[in-house]
């Protein structure tokens, strides 16, 4: 399974940012996708997963700010309101049958 996400960027405090990831290659028809996010210096961390079935998990820090969504093997991350501590690179996940595979990362930046 290969991944190919876009996005990211730099945007002041307050702002929004949009990710988008699309899978291709050999899928099974149950699979996670999601997304994680790394900290210098910190593992990897969970943002927001999304089944086949649209069931969703959210990290704690980005309810209510962050919404996932998925259309096939196309996952989009839609973040609003977003803060200096989201500073961080993003990664597109894929999950199945005990495997997980990675896209590149990509940066946001929080700043003014």
Do not use: H
């Not at 210096?41 to 959210?58: C, H, P, S, W």
């Not at 894929?94 to 896209?103: A, D, I, P, S």
């Amino acid at each position: 399974v290969q991944l190919q996400a876009s996005g990211g960027g730099l945007v002041g405090p307050g702002g929004s940012l949009r990710l988008s990831c699309e899978a291709s290659g050999s899928m099974f028809s149950f699979n996670v996708m999601g997304w994680y996010r790394q900290f210098p210096g910190k593992q990897r961390e969970l943002v927001a997963t999304i089944t086949v079935g649209d069931q969703t998990n959210y990290a704690d820090s980005v309810k209510g700010r962050f919404a996932i969504s998925r259309e096939n093997a196309k996952v989009s991350l839609q973040m609003n309101d977003l803060k200096p501590e989201d500073t961080a690179v993003y990664y597109c996940n894929y999950y199945e049958l005990g495997r997980n595979f990675w896209g590149r990362g990509t940066q946001v930046t929080v700043s003014s």
